[in-house]
């Protein structure tokens, strides 16, 4: 079982061409590098056998319908330059639709990382990238397929917030933590402007970045208490903080039981959650309501939920959504 990347895409080819190179390096370095980076990728079994692990299965690309499309001129890939590995050329290449860009340089790096495939499949999908919500919503169903759509243990995704605008990045981001399907979140720095016309890593020491996925599967870090509260003003919609203290010390008397009085729980914990937005407390009356963060969440949270729900029910894979929606399209590539 191979990795899946999901990355964002704007006009810079090198955001995608980039980190495989890099992966391909390692992968090359097995014995010296690689084993220790790809060391959570695969299966314990393959691990164990000390199999190679970490090799590409696909690539999932999000990115608006004028650089798919590439009919217009202005949505070309940017000019780049087909460096040398762990160095910095100048000599730019010309412009040139981005598929076809891409489809070119894919052949030479991905086939190093391919684990013996003689083809790629390129999984296409078409974003707004002024429209978050409706871009996560995509992003999620991809997530959903390729976690839950197989019915079995679901696909090692990795996701690359290197490319593309903010819209599809918050996206990619917000999905690897709501959904704690997505074992890697990474990006690449270029050192420089002429570093970030390269398609391939320009300097082994600095240019991968690993980021922590903060996964929701323990939501935001919330404690049961929190979660309790937040339930209690759900179902009540307002309460005084002096009443939500009681209730809480009779009904769920361990949740509050580091709090010596109302004023204690207050300062403690009602203020915390209401800096963050979680809830708000009026000033004169201490009345608590659900907080316009929490509310926000919880939309975001609901469609991770509802399409996760139905991948699993339906067992939607990535191909199955590609052949259902139209805004994703499914491109092969030979690679040997």
Same mark, same amino acid.
């Given at each position: ?149 197989? *019915?079995? #243990?679901? =696909?090692? $995704? ?8 903010? +819209? &599809?990045?918050? !996206? ?118 659900? *907080?316009? #963060?929490? =509310?926000? $969440? ?8 509802? +399409? &996760?729900?139905? !991948? ?25």
């Amino acid at each position: 079982m191979g990795v899946y990347h999901l990355m964002g895409l704007g006009l810079s080819p090198g955001a995608i061409t980039g980190p495989i190179s890099y992966l391909a390096e390692m992968y090359k370095n097995w014995d010296k590098e690689g084993q220790y980076f790809f060391s959570r990728s695969g299966e314990e079994d393959q691990r164990k056998e000390g199999d190679k692990v970490g090799d590409i299965q696909a690539i999932v690309l999000f990115a608006t319908k004028e650089v798919i499309d590439g009919q217009d001129k202005k949505f070309y890939a940017d000019k780049y330059v087909k460096n040398r590995p762990n160095q910095i050329d100048t000599r730019e290449e010309k412009s040139k639709p981005m598929k076809e860009v891409l489809e070119s340089l894919l052949k030479e790096e991905w086939s190093n990382i391919s684990g013996g495939r003689d083809k790629g499949c390129i999984f296409w999908c078409e974003v707004d990238r002024r429209d978050i919500e409706k871009t996560f919503k995509r992003v999620a169903q991809v997530v959903a397929s390729l976690a839950k759509g197989t *019915g079995e #243990q679901g =696909k090692e $995704i990795w996701l690359n917030l290197t490319g593309g605008n903010n +819209v &599809i990045n918050f !996206a990619l981001e917000l999905a690897a933590n709501l959904s704690g399907e997505v074992a890697r979140l990474y990006y690449v720095q270029a050192a420089n402007e002429n570093a970030e016309k390269c398609v391939r890593y320009t300097n082994k020491e600095s240019y991968w970045v690993e980021l922590p996925v903060m996964s929701l599967v323990i939501p935001l870090a919330i404690s049961d208490l929190n979660h309790e509260i937040l339930n209690i003003l759900n179902i009540q919609k307002a309460i005084q903080d002096k009443q939500l203290y009681s209730r809480l010390k009779s009904q769920h008397k361990h949740l509050v039981q580091d709090f010596n009085s109302p004023e204690d729980f207050k300062d403690k914990c009602l203020r915390s959650m209401k800096k963050i937005g979680f809830i708000s407390v009026e000033k004169d009356t201490g009345i608590c309501r659900v *907080g316009s #963060q929490w =509310k926000l $969440i919880q939309q975001y949270e609901q469609i991770m939920k509802e +399409v &996760i729900d139905k !991948a699993e029910r339906k067992k939607l894979t990535i191909e199955k959504l590609a052949e259902q929606e139209d805004w994703i399209t499914m491109q092969e590539i030979q690679l040997k």
